[in-house]
C-alpha cells in the first residue's frame, strides 16, 4: 500500500505540473483529493492493516495529502494573479476623465425658507400647532366669523375665496390665521404658537401675487402682552432672518382680527429701495402684517380681554424668500423649472 501511495502521488504531481488553468487544477484536486479521490479510497482500507502498518501508512498518506494541497494551492494563486492582472490591464480606468453626472433631488426653497422661518420662531418660544388645528379645507366660521370678518366684507366675496361644492359654507382657507380660533377654544393662556401651511386667494396672478402661497401664522396671549411685546418679537425675527442691515418700517393698517394692526415692510433686495417692478416702485415688500388681538375675538373663544391679550402675525414664506434670495417673480416658485430649482 505504501508503494502504491507513492505511485498516485506521482501521477498527482504530474498532474498538478500539467495543469494550465484554474479549472484544470480543481479537476486534480477533485481526482486525488475528494471524497472520492484515490487517497481518499486508500484511507479507507487501512482499518484492514495492522496498528504499526496503520500508523506507518497513515503517517505517509497525511503528508502527501499536504504536499498535493500545498502544491496546488501555490500555483492556484500564480494562475489567480496572473488572469487578475490581465483582467486588470483589459478593464483599465483612466481617472482623468470627468465621472459621470448623477442629479440629486434639493429641498425646495419654499420648503427650506419655511423650516428656517420656524427655527427662528421655535427659537424664540413659539411651538407648531398640531395639523388638526390648522385645516386648509375650513369652514367660514373658523376662517372669517370667528376673525370677526362680518358676512358683508369683501374677503368673503366669491372674488376673493374660492369656495367649495362641500357645502355652502366650507371654503379653502384664505389665510392661516384660522388656526389660532382652533387652538385658543381648545387651550387656555398663556398661548404662544405658529401655524404654517397653504392658503389659497382668488386673485389675479402677476410678479407678486398667486393664487396659491403660504404662510406662517403666528399668535402670542397671556397676561399683560402690549405692542411693545409684538414688535420686539418681530424685528428679533427680522434680524435674525435678513440681518441687521436690512431696513424695515411698520405701517399703521387694519385687520377685523387685531385692533391696532400694522404692516410691515422690508426694503426691496431688487432696486434697493428706488422701485422696479417686484415692489410696484415703491422701494418696500410687504413681508407680514401683525396687530394686537381684537378684544371680540378673545371673547368669541372664552378668554376674557379684560385679564389677557396678545398679538398675532401672519407672514408670507413666498415674499421672505423672494427676498432671501433676490428672485424678482413669485410664479417662479410654482413653475417646475429645473433650471430654477437647481440653484438651490
Known amino acids: 500500500m505504501k508503494e502504491q501511495l507513492e505511485r498516485i502521488y506521482s501521477l498527482a504531481v504530474a498532474d498538478i505540473e500539467k495543469a494550465a488553468s484554474i479549472s484544470e487544477l480543481d479537476e486534480v484536486r477533485a481526482k486525488y483529493l475528494s471524497r472520492k479521490g484515490e487517497f481518499n479510497e486508500i484511507k479507507k482500507n487501512l482499518k484492514n492493516l ?6 506507518t501508512v497513515g503517517s505517509l498518506a497525511n503528508e502527501i495529502t499536504s504536499k498535493l494541497e500545498t502544491s496546488i ?121 405658529i401655524s404654517p401651511g397653504r392658503v389659497y386667494r382668488n386673485e389675479n396672478i402677476n410678479a407678486r401675487k398667486n393664487n396659491f402661497f403660504h404662510q406662517i401664522e403666528g399668535l402670542y396671549v397671556d397676561k399683560n402682552i402690549t405692542f411693545g411685546d409684538l414688535k420686539g418679537v418681530l424685528n428679533e425675527f427680522i434680524r435674525i432672518y435678513f440681518g441687521a442691515s436690512r431696513p424695515t418700517r411698520f405701517r399703521s393698517s387694519f385687520f ?57 402675525f401672519g407672514m408670507g414664506v413666498e415674499r421672505l424668500a423672494m427676498l432671501k434670495y433676490a428672485i424678482d417673480d413669485i410664479r417662479l416658485f410654482f413653475n417646475d423649472d429645473v433650471r430654477f430649482l437647481k440653484q438651490f
Request: with cysteine.
Open 73 to 193: 494551492k501555490a500555483k492556484h494563486d500564480k494562475f489567480y494573479q496572473i488572469e487578475l492582472n490581465e483582467k486588470l490591464s483589459k478593464e483599465q480606468i483612466d481617472v482623468t476623465l470627468p465621472g459621470k453626472f448623477i442629479p440629486q433631488g434639493k429641498v425646495h426653497p419654499l420648503t427650506s425658507t419655511t423650516n428656517e422661518i420656524v427655527s427662528i420662531l421655535q427659537s424664540l418660544g413659539f411651538s407648531v400647532v398640531e395639523s388638526k388645528d390648522s385645516p386648509e379645507v375650513e369652514t367660514e366660521y373658523f376662517n372669517f366669523d370667528m376673525l370677526n370678518i362680518p358676512a358683508d366684507h369683501p374677503a368673503r366675496d366669491v372674488q376673493d375665496t374660492f369656495f367649495t361644492t362641500v357645502a355652502p359654507n366650507v371654503v379653502l382657507r384664505s389665510q392661516t390665521s384660522g388656526a389660532q380660533i382652533h387652538v385658543m377654544e381648545n387651550q387656555k393662556p398663556p398661548i404662544r404658537v
Open 256 to 312: 377685523p382680527f387685531t385692533e391696532p394692526s400694522a404692516e410691515v415692510d422690508v426694503q426691496c433686495i431688487m432696486c434697493g429701495g428706488k422701485g422696479c417692478k417686484t415692489c410696484s416702485g415703491t422701494g418696500w415688500l410687504e413681508v407680514l402684517g401683525a396687530g394686537m388681538v381684537d378684544p371680540n375675538v378673545l371673547k368669541g373663544v372664552g378668554i376674557d380681554p379684560e385679564i389677557y391679550s396678545g398679538f398675532a
Open 50 to 55: 495492522s496498528d504499526e502498518d496503520k500508523r
